[in-house]
Every structure is written in C-alpha cells, then in structure tokens.
C-alpha cells in the first residue's frame, strides 16, 4: 500500500501529539487489556487508533475505530498512519501493553532531528502462564537473540538500525518520506521499514526505558511457528537485504545444524572425527544448561529454566532450517 503524503496543517491536530495504533483482525481480550492501559500513560496528548479487520458496535470510549477488510499487518498500519493526527506515530502490537512511561521516555530522543525513530524492549509480562512464560525467558537469552536480546529485556540505550514494530515510535515526517510500511513482507515489513529510514540517513534509538509488555506464544507450537516465520524472512532479507540482515548471527543456527547433519555423517567414519564432533555436541549441551540455569533465579522458578533447555534447542533447529529456506527462495 502507497502511503500519501499529508498536509500537516490538515491531518496534525495541535492537541495530540502522539497517535498510538493499534492492529488487530478482531477485538480480543489482549485488545482490552492494551486500551484500558493507555489512559496511564504519562506524557503528551494522545489518541488511539484501532484497525480492525470488521467495524464493531461498539468499543473503547477513548479510541476511534478503522476497518480495514481482510488485509496484512503492513497494510493495517499504514491505514491506522493516514487517520492519525498526531506528530509521531507509536505502534504497539495488541497482545502487548505500554509501561506507563513508555512515551516520556522515548520523546525526548525526538529532539535531535537527527532520530526518526524510537524503539524499546518488549518484556514478558509476569502474569503470562508458564509455557509463555518459557517462550519469553527463551528470547531473552543471549544463546537464543544474541545482540538483539534488547528486544526483550531492557539494557543499555543505543543507536540501532531494526527494530520491531510491537514497540515502534516514528515521526509522522519520516514514516512518510519512507512510504510506510511494505505489505509485501510479514513478518519483516518493520524491518524492510527500518531499511528504508537508514537508507535515507535518518537514526533509530533504542531507549530501555521505553518499554512494553509483550505477551508470548506458548511452547512449543506457537512458539516455534512465530520462530520459523522470523527465521524464514531473516534468511531471505540476508540475500535481498544484506546492509541489515546480512550478518553472522543470524547465519549461527544455520551453521550448526549444517554441523550436526556433516558432524553426524562424518563420526561414522573416522574416529578423530567423531571425537570431535562429540566434543562440540557436548560444548554447545553445557552451553544450553548455563543458559538454563541463568533464568532459573530472574524467573524465580526452576522449572522456567528446565522448560528452557529443550525450547533453545528446538529454536535453534527450526530457525536454521527455516533460515536456509528463506535464503533460498527467489520472493516471499
């Protein structure tokens, strides 16, 4: 979907500063749960703004309605961008909601004109049953994310160059220059978006203190279909993208099933080999049961860290085959 220019003097209302966006197929508890959070927000003036596949009866008091029909996550924003009125747009996922400092940490990065966006982690949220509950501390291991292990617990504020959109705040301005996002990628429009805003030279912010509340699939299933997606966009944006997605950690868990397959083939033959194929196997195990055991007292339970060990493997393997997949393929 293009997105069309505005004229501030038409669509920006002096009064709302933040337009927050909200996207969903249909009203769901989550929904509720995000918009009865929005009124605790401290900071600027803001109005909601809900798209909804369907229009609805009735709703939130606070928040006006957009039917958008039958369409992707991409086009759905973009929808939500076109009725906002504020100066800055902020999209957050329905099954998450905002800190109530979640604006007034991240507009004041908006003073050096320089920082078009504005992104902050996304945390499992503590009443989140025990299987989303190890999805989430699944994330938020270094084994697993790696150097973007931001996305899910809070660390040190920094210049990125992609960021989620279940916690994504733009200048109307840049998301405009952009064109908004590009509906023929999901999962990975934020990311085709984010491209764009460095192509063009404009700075994304991560800010720790900007935070959301991001509930979890649970393991194993929806955890790992949520896996595969990221795994199969990551692997073709590697090809068709590389200034961003290009990069050896994204590639490790391709490697290592490339490993296991060659390691596994190759003991059976030589000796020397599989010692050393046996060796890794048992590096990478004791690395897992680390990682485990290191969740087990920031989750205050041990059996988020048993239920962890296994989710990390299974994460791997689904992410590396659907990494080769997605490298592979001519378009998604």
Not at 13 to 37: C, G, M
Not at 53 to 70: C, N
Not at 146 to 172: C, T
Not at 174 to 184: I, K, L, M, Q, T
Request: glycine share 10%; net charge neutral.
């Amino acid at each position: 979907m293009s997105l069309e220019k505005s004229h501030p003097d038409c669509n920006e209302s002096p009064a709302v500063v933040v337009s927050i966006i909200i996207i969903a197929a249909q009203a769901t508890n989550y929904l509720d749960e995000v918009l009865s959070r929005i009124p605790d927000l401290v900071g600027p003036a803001n109005e909601t703004i809900v798209v909804l596949d369907e229009p609805i009866e009735s709703g939130s008091d606070t928040a006006r309605y957009v039917s958008s029909g039958a369409v992707g996550p991409a086009d759905k924003r973009d929808l939500g961008a076109q009725a906002a009125r504020g100066r800055f747009l902020a999209f957050i996922d329905d099954d998450a909601y905002p800190d109530a400092g979640w604006l007034k940490a991240a507009l004041p990065h908006f003073e050096d004109e320089a920082v078009w966006a504005v992104g902050g982690p996304g945390v499992t949220p503590e009443n989140d049953g025990y299987r989303a509950q190890v999805s989430g501390w699944t994330y938020s291991s270094w084994i697993v994310s790696g150097p973007a292990r931001h996305r899910y617990i809070p660390e040190r504020a920094r210049a990125v160059d992609d960021y989620p959109s279940m916690n994504l705040i733009l200048r109307r301005s840049a998301f405009e220059n952009v064109g908004g996002f590009d509906s023929s990628y999901y999962p990975g429009e934020d990311t085709k978006l984010c491209l764009e805003i460095v192509k063009l030279g404009g700075r994304i912010m991560y800010e720790p203190q900007a935070l959301v509340y991001h509930h979890r699939r649970p393991v194993m299933l929806g955890h790992l279909q949520q896996i595969a997606g990221y795994g199969r966009h990551r692997g073709y944006f590697a090809r068709a993208f590389p200034e961003t997605s290009r990069r050896i950690s994204y590639f490790v868990p391709s490697l290592w099933l490339v490993w296991l397959i060659a390691g596994s083939l190759v003991s059976f033959w030589t000796s020397g080999g599989r010692v050393v194929f046996l060796a890794t196997v048992a590096f990478y195990c004791a690395v897992v049961a680390i990682s485990a055991v290191s969740v087990m007292r920031p989750s205050g339970s041990f059996w988020i860290g048993v239920g962890v060990a296994p989710t990390i493997i299974a994460s791997h393997l689904v992410y590396g085959w659907q990494f080769l997949r997605g490298l592979a393929r001519s378009h998604l």
